[in-house]
């Protein structure tokens, strides 16, 4: 995603459910975050308003 001079990298990765799993247990989450989720393509595009910026875009065909 690029605005101006703002640029921002966001990537959508496919792993596995025991890798899910074990991202879920070893993520402290900063200040920046609310909460973390695991989501398919069609969940995302279900709450797509409500996602980060660069989510969107790539949902909009940035990347897919």
Partial sequence: YTR?????TTFIVD???AEKKA??????LNW???GLVW???PQMRAV???LH???QHILDGGAL
């Fill in 4 to 8: 101006g001079a703002f640029q921002y």
């Fill in 15 to 17: 792993i596995s459910a």
């Fill in 23 to 28: 991202s879920l247990e070893a993520v402290t």
């Fill in 32 to 34: 920046e975050n609310d």
């Fill in 39 to 41: 989501m398919t393509v």
């Fill in 48 to 50: 797509k308003d409500q």
């Fill in 53 to 55: 910026f660069g989510v």
